[in-house]
T-cell receptor, first 112, second 115 residues
Framework: DTAVSQTPKYLVTQMGNDKSIKCEQN?????MYWYKQDSKKFLKIMFS???????INETVPNRFSPKSPDKAHLNLHINSLELGDSAVYFC???????????FGPGTRLTVL | AQTVTQSQPEMSVQEAETVTLSCTYD???????LFWYKQPPSRQMILVIR??????QNATENRFSVNFQKAAKSFSLKISDSQLGDTAMYFC????????????FGPGTRLSVLP
């Protein structure tokens, strides 16, 4: 009965590879987000989708591409991984824009 | 742009004592939300408490309460009767009313509850 789930929880990969992180929410929320938390614990929003439409696209490299096949899923695909991409990536969802967000458990990405 | 500042990178408190975590923010908006999130070692982000800026009454959730000073742009979190399970990173967050793109987190305060 997990509300927001992410797979995988840990991802270790080589520089230059392409990888995806999946996120699913079973809360019936309309809005989903991706955040990056760096090694200093700083959380920064990357993307937000509302009803499958991209509404926030912060300044992130275009190697990062979100995909929302339906309202319950928001996947993050990363091309040509770099060392600086190592971080914890959190997916979150909210009933709509402007209300509190429910976070997934995070995916720790390590790029070697 | 909105900014959120948490001036205490680390704090510690004895079990059963009370501790206050500070948060200040900068905005020109009048309507907004403020949140405190907790991130224990498990990494899960957990909502602790939220406050709507138009409400004068301070929000409370069991042992957690806030001191919201809108004019001073201050939003501190008080934890009463601290428990070992309160050990975590605490993030203050600001959100412009109805606009998710202005969801901004502070840098966090690492709280350790000591037995």
């Amino acid at each position: 009965d997990t509300a927001v789930s992410q797979t995988p929880k840990y991802l270790v990969t080589q520089m230059g590879n392409d990888k995806s992180i999946k996120c699913e929410q079973n809360l019936g929320h309309d809005t989903m987000y991706w955040y990056k938390q760096d090694s200093k614990k700083f959380l920064k929003i990357m993307f937000s989708y509302n009803n499958k439409e991209l509404i926030i696209n912060e300044t992130v490299p275009n190697r990062f591409s979100p995909k929302s096949p339906d309202k319950a899923h928001l996947n993050l695909h990363i091309n040509s991984l770099e060392l600086g991409d190592s971080a914890v990536y959190f997916c979150a969802s909210s009933r709509r824009l402007g209300v509190e967000q429910f976070f997934g458990p995070g995916t720790r990405l390590t790029v070697l | 742009a909105q900014t959120v500042t948490q001036s205490q990178p680390e704090m510690s408190v004895q079990e059963a004592e009370t501790v206050t975590l500070s948060c200040t923010y900068d905005t020109s908006e009048n309507n907004y939300y403020l949140f405190w999130y907790k991130q224990p070692p498990s990494r899960q982000m957990i909502l602790v408490i939220r406050q709507e800026a138009y409400k004068q009454q301070n929000a409370t959730e069991n042992r957690f309460s806030v001191n919201f000073q809108k004019a001073a742009k201050s939003f501190s979190l008080k934890i009463s009767d601290s428990q070992l399970g309160d050990t975590a990173m605490y993030f203050c967050a600001f959100m412009k009313y109805n606009y998710g793109q202005n969801f901004v987190f502070g840098p966090g305060t690492r709280l350790s509850v000591l037995p």
